[in-house]
Every structure is written in structure tokens, then in C-alpha cells.
């Protein structure tokens, strides 16, 4: 799934992870950070500490969201 936004949006997210950037959209924080435990799950990646944190709090927020993960070939 692909979600549009804008070139100014995109650039100044750039590459940072949960735990220094999070839509500023409350209603978009739980399908952003599902999304992102989904592709670190589907590729294996590691979560450093700070991450975590931050994904677990946003995750206690969304208790009626669920992550579905395809895993990679």
C-alpha cells in the first residue's frame, strides 16, 4: 500500500524512524507504525532500543489494530 504526500512532507520525514519522526496526523499514527512493524518483520530488520519504545507506546494506543505481515521470499 502506498500512501501520497507531499514532496515537502516526504523530504523533511526523510529517513528518520518512530523515534524522531511520527505522522502529525494522530488518525494515521496507528496504520503508520502497524506498516512499519510489518516491513521490519517481513524483511528481519532490527529495532535499536529507542524505536521500540516509541513503537511500543504508539501500539498501546492503537488496541484495536491488527499487523499483518507477509514474510519475504
Do not use: H
Amino acid at each position: 500500500m502506498s500512501i501520497a504526500v507531499s514532496a515537502a512532507s516526504n523530504r523533511f520525514k526523510a529517513d528518520q524512524d518512530p523515534s524522531t519522526w511520527l505522522p502529525s496526523f494522530a488518525g494515521y499514527r496507528c496504520q503508520y507504525v502497524t506498516d512499519w512493524v510489518a516491513d521490519k518483520t517481513r524483511y528481519q530488520l532490527a529495532v535499536d532500543p529507542s524505536e521500540e519504545a516509541v513503537l511500543s507506546e504508539a501500539l498501546s494506543r492503537c488496541p484495536n489494530e491488527s499487523i499483518t505481515v507477509t514474510l519475504a521470499r
